[in-house]
């Protein structure tokens, strides 16, 4: 199985903070990955496919890149309604591995 | 609009079975798989399985694949998730989402299974 490993696991930003989480596949997976975001006692809610495409309605401040083992979602400048927990999961090969999560939190 | 509506809460004793149900409306149903995804309270996302609704294709999670049945409805858009020999440990909220190959991107808003004696 492939191990996604999200970096930090936690960390604590500002209102207008740029904000950059990192996700580290144990093999290459080309650009199948997706971000999503989850808020407490909520669904997780879908940011990003194909490492860097926008799904449909989300704010043009969220980002993503990278290829192969190592990807970043970045947040341009941080608001109130995204702190929440950050997820990656690839979609190179079964089973679907998710990594384990990085909380942003109020600084 | 693209909705899963998932059936309510459960609670189950250890060693008998669930099944959650998952009815998609807004789009068409055969055009997108179902994935299955759990999460223990505290804890984070934990990828199940998934079903082709065209063909009925399944791939579940190893640890689970023993006890683990997707299926869908086609005549009434529903995906269904049966899981066999409840223990503890399967105390989570299950969640449905629609599967585009490349990400999944809408979701059920879950199912509370809750396993106790």
């Known amino acids: 199985d492939i191990q996604m490993t999200q970096s930090p696991s936690s960390l604590s930003a500002s209102v207008g903070d740029r904000v950059t989480i990192t996700c580290r596949a144990s093999q290459g997976i080309r650009n199948w990955l997706a971000w999503y975001q989850q808020k407490p006692e909520k669904a997780p809610k879908s940011l990003i496919y194909?490492?860097?495409s926008l799904q449909s309605g989300v704010p043009s401040r969220f980002s993503g890149s990278g290829s192969g083992t190592n990807f970043t979602l970045t947040i341009s400048s941080l608001q109130p309604e995204d702190f929440a927990t950050y997820y990656c999961?690839?979609?190179?090969?079964?089973?679907?591995?998710f990594g384990g999560g990085t909380k942003v939190e109020i600084k | 609009q693209v909705q899963l509506v998932q059936s309510g809460a459960e609670v189950k004793k250890p060693g008998a079975s669930v099944k959650v149900s998952c009815k998609a409306s807004g789009y068409s149903f055969s055009n997108y798989g179902i994935t299955w995804v759990r999460q223990a309270p505290g804890q984070g996302l934990e990828w199940m399985g998934w079903?082709?609704?065209?063909?009925?294709?399944?791939n579940y999670a190893q640890n689970l694949q023993d006890r683990l049945t997707l299926t869908t409805d086609t005549s009434t858009s529903t995906a269904y998730m049966e899981l066999r020999s409840l223990r503890s440990d399967d105390t989570a909220v299950y969640y449905c989402?629609?599967?585009?190959?490349?990400?999944?991107?809408?979701w059920g808003r879950g199912t509370l299974v809750t396993v106790s004696s």
């Open positions: 999961q690839q979609y190179n090969s079964y089973p679907r591995t």
């Open positions: 989402a629609r599967d585009r190959a490349t990400s999944v991107d809408s």
């Open positions: 079903i082709s609704t065209s063909y009925g294709h399944t």
């Open positions: 194909a490492a860097s």
